[in-house]
């Protein structure tokens, strides 16, 4: 290594890191904007996910608290008509299942009709759950490949250090330090793309998973629920 080169560079202060963006190669440029862009929709995700959750939550509470205060279930029914959110949409489908086989029943039927009310709760519940993990299995995808993607721009910080090291003959700081810098910087954009995306991607399947279970939990009650009815019922409802 040149002592005097080494000297130079220190006198500059050396070059800031849009300067390193601005001279890098087009293919490292490339690899650095798409991190970037990954990086900034993992923020999007989390953001747009957790915010919805949320208020999906909140909504659920009011409507837990309204059905165990011993409200008549038409009344929730007509409520829920009224709610966009996953609870709602849950138990109103359960409700328009019971609701639409009124009359006589013997005891597998009722068997057979409480199987059914499960059923098209599960149903509902799978369907907007699909809805709600929109987007979050990209951040496991970023997580994954991001830093790969920050190799790849090191890789090939790396080649153009060497190319400059055959095309000037030299290995002074001054030729190697721009390639290796490149490198440096994409494989860093690498983890500051990939580490939040893991982190994102974690929390909010957890959080997911544990509004699911709050879901089938209720929707085992609101079963149960329908049971207790038929039993003070046990000739039909009127229409």
């Known amino acids: 290594m ?10 500059a202060g050396g070059p800031g890191v849009w300067d390193l963006v601005l ?5 490292v440029k490339l690899v650095m904007l798409l991190l970037l862009a990954a990086s900034v929709w993992s923020w999007m995700v989390l953001f ?17 608290r309204a059905f165990w205060s011993g409200a008549d279930l038409k009344e929730l029914f007509d409520r829920a008509a009224g709610e966009r959110h996953p609870l709602a949409a849950m138990y109103a489908a359960g409700y328009e299942e019971w609701d639409s086989a009124a009359g006589a ?3 597998s039927a009722r068997a057979n009709l409480l199987q059914r009310v499960g059923a098209v709760m599960r149903l509902t519940l799978d369907r907007e759950l699909t809805m709600l993990e929109r987007n979050v299995g990209s951040l496991a995808t970023i997580g994954s490949t991001a830093p790969f993607v ?27 330090a721009p390639g290796i810098a490149e490198a440096l910087l994409a494989t860093a954009l690498g983890l500051v793309a990939a580490i939040p995306a893991v982190i994102f991607y974690n929390r909010l399947s957890r959080e997911i998973d544990g509004y699911a279970d709050r879901l089938g939990s209720f929707a085992e ?4 629920e329908i049971d207790r009815q038929m039993d003070r019922e046990p000739v039909g409802r009127a229409a």
């Open 2 to 11: 040149d002592e005097s080169a080494v000297t130079e560079l220190a006198a």
């Open 23 to 27: 001279a890098a190669d087009p293919v």
């Open 48 to 64: 747009d996910r957790w915010l919805r959750l949320s208020r999906l939550k909140r909504l659920a509470g009011g409507f837990e």
């Open 105 to 107: 029943r013997d005891a």
């Open 150 to 176: 920050g190799l790849f721009g090191t890789v090939w910080g790396i080649m153009n250090s060497f190319q400059s090291i055959a095309v000037t003959e030299t290995t002074t700081l001054a030729v190697v």
């Open 221 to 224: 009650e609101v079963t149960v």
